[in-house]
């Protein structure tokens, strides 16, 4: 069976919004980094995944950082055109914030010595970056 055009087009549209959007978000994930970087925190890693089971979704973070004091810092970064929808901040609900926390703890596992941590998100709505530290509990 041959697909339609309408087929087709879309399943090439959505390939391409998938990359754009990508796009977008490792380039908001290099603007935070940027600027936590430049507030002297140090990066420890990258999109830490944490693959999901049969009846969980998977978790990832966006980057895990060490601030001055020795608190590893797991981090959220969430971007948006503009605030009409609520904003970015606004957008790492609590569905979210269960999967980055079970993430974070399964990245602890692998430490001989747990420091202390927290959980920050840096929201860049449109040109605006704000950096939420202590955003939610774990």
């Known amino acids: 069976m041959v697909k339609g ?3 087709v087009l879309r399943q090439k549209l959505a390939a391409v919004t998938a990359l754009s959007t990508k796009a977008i978000g490792d ?4 603007r935070a980094l940027d600027y936590l970087q430049q507030q002297g925190l140090r990066l420890v890693c990258r999109n830490y995944r944490l693959a999901g089971g049969p009846r969980q979704r998977g978790a990832e973070i966006d980057l895990i950082l060490q601030d001055g004091d020795g608190t590893l810092v797991f981090t959220e ?3 948006r055109r503009s605030v009409r929808q609520g904003g970015a901040a606004a957008s790492v609900l609590p569905a979210k914030q269960r999967r980055i926390v079970r993430a974070a ?3 602890l596992m692998g430490l001989a010595v747990q420091p202390p941590c927290r959980f920050d998100v840096v929201a860049i709505d449109g040109e605006d970056l704000q950096w939420l530290q202590g955003a939610f509990d774990g």
């Open 5 to 7: 055009w309408g087929a």
């Open 77 to 79: 970064v969430r971007a």
């Open 27 to 30: 380039s908001a994930e290099d």
């Open 105 to 107: 703890q399964h990245y």
